[in-house]
């Protein structure tokens, strides 16, 4: 079955970049979405479309997508920002999947 | 502003069935595909099911294939995840989201199913 892989944790200090990265096959034809859930939330899409960003997400928030990989960036990170990230996309049959998931944090 | 409030979690027994609903306000429901995607205790986001606006196509895990059965009423703006033959692994909670193929994903806050002995 079709898995995204995205590594389990990232840390940074506050003001510095992250970036969480999202492997799968289908990547190369198929966008790429970003969901923030922070703890006891529910998801909130933060990317879309590899790297369209919704309206009254921050600036700070950029995706891209090269080959395989898909990648969510945050310049300038802010202790806000901590939460656990999950890329989601669809196989090239349609079916939908998301990522493991990565959780970041900020300190 | 857009609303998906979910309904019809508890606790069940194996093999049982529950009704999940999903009661959807501030956005023309009937032109979003819905889906349902779940999370374990401690878990990440598994998907579950698709349906587009017109219930023509729609599309299962295969964890869930064979058990659960999705449906919506566009009259009466709502979602359904009917679930059969539960399981221990099924024990989730379940959230109702709008189009997660596009820029208006949008998620409700879940409700909670056990399934326990």
């Known amino acids: 079955s079709y898995e995204l892989r995205q590594p389990p944790s990232v840390s940074v200090s506050p003001g510095q970049t992250a970036r969480i990265t999202c492997s799968g096959d289908a990547l190369p034809k198929k966008y790429a979405y970003w969901y923030q859930q922070k703890s006891g939330q529910a998801p909130v899409l933060v990317i879309y479309e590899n790297s369209k960003r919704p309206s009254g997400i921050p600036e700070r928030f950029s995706g891209s997508r090269s080959g395989t990989m898909a990648t969510l960036t945050i310049s300038g990170a802010q202790v806000e920002d901590e939460a656990d990230y999950y890329c989601?996309?669809?196989?090239?049959?349609?079916?939908?999947?998301f990522g493991g998931g990565t959780k970041l944090t900020v300190l | 502003e857009v609303q998906l409030v979910e309904s019809g979690g508890g606790l069940v027994k194996p093999g049982g069935s529950l009704r999940l609903s999903c009661a959807a306000s501030?956005?023309?429901?009937?032109?979003?595909?819905m889906n349902w995607v779940r999370q374990a205790p401690g878990k990440g986001l598994e998907w579950v099911s698709a349906i587009d606006g017109t219930s023509s196509y729609i599309y299962y895990a295969d964890s869930v294939k064979g058990r659960f059965t999705i449906s919506r009423d566009n009259a009466k703006n709502s979602l359904y995840l009917q679930m059969n033959s539960l399981r221990v692994e099924d024990t989730a909670l379940y959230y109702c989201a709008r189009d997660l193929d596009s820029g208006g994903g949008y998620w409700g806050q879940g409700t909670l199913v056990t399934v326990s002995s």
């Open positions: 989601y996309s669809t196989d090239t049959s349609g079916k939908k999947v």
């Open positions: 501030g956005f023309t429901f009937s032109t979003y595909a």
